[in-house]
């Protein structure tokens, strides 16, 4: 992995894509649990490639990243408050892929961590983003995460709920539509309960 991440801080673009790659190929190959000092050369050199000018080395540092968390155990929890809202900020990326995997990555950090935690400080970046594309994006992920973790988060919904209906008055159509769209799964994974919060 060091020699990946040494390559991944190349300056030449090409040897920073080649990084990038090797690095995931061997995040997703790798069986073993990463040592907390691994886990932060990863992310401190993944923070500074998800703003390099090439989409394809953002778009394969939120997948290193991706690969990582499963191995990183309680590691990645102390790098939240610098990991999650820079990739907030890739879900508004002029590029669909790597808006993609920022929204990969998110759910991943979800799984691995409290659904709860990490919407409330992603949400605290993306519900009033200036980006319109950011705002769209998770709420598209929050529909997404409603679906696959209400059963087991309680406190979900209500953490969602307030920001969500002040997106219904978003000036933008695809937030708005993106809005409605999460309050039918809200409504469909908790029914009446539900109507009565609402």
């Known amino acids: 992995m060091e020699e990946a991440l040494e390559l991944a801080r190349a300056k030449d673009a090409k040897e920073r894509m ?26 401190d050199c993944c923070l500074d490639l998800l703003k390099d000018n090439s989409f394809k080395v953002s778009q394969g540092a939120l997948q290193a990243l991706d690969s990582a968390a499963v191995h990183a155990g309680d ?24 808006r993609d995997a920022a929204r990969r990555f998110l759910l991943t950090l979800m799984e691995v961590s409290s659904p709860t935690i990490i919407v409330e400080r992603a949400g605290f970046f993306a519900w009033t983003s200036k980006s319109w594309r950011v705002r769209e994006k998770f709420a ?7 679906g696959l973790f209400s059963s087991t988060e309680l406190p979900l919904q209500r953490a969602i709920l307030s920001p969500i209906l002040q997106l219904l008055n978003d000036l933008n ?9 999460c309050i039918e799964e809200m409504y469909t994974q908790a029914g009446s309960q539900f109507r009565d919060e609402l």
Do not use: C, M, W, Y
């Open 173 to 181: 159509p695809a937030v708005r539509e993106a809005t409605i769209l």
């Open 18 to 43: 080649a990084g990038v790659e090797r690095l995931h190929k061997v995040l997703e190959a790798s069986r073993r649990s990463l040592s907390s000092s691994e886990v932060t050369s990863l992310v």
């Open 75 to 98: 590691h990645f929890k102390l790098h939240f408050n610098a990991l999650v809202p820079a990739v907030v900020d890739r879900l508004g990326d002029a590029k669909q892929p790597v």
């Open 140 to 146: 598209r992920t929050v529909t997404s995460v409603i």
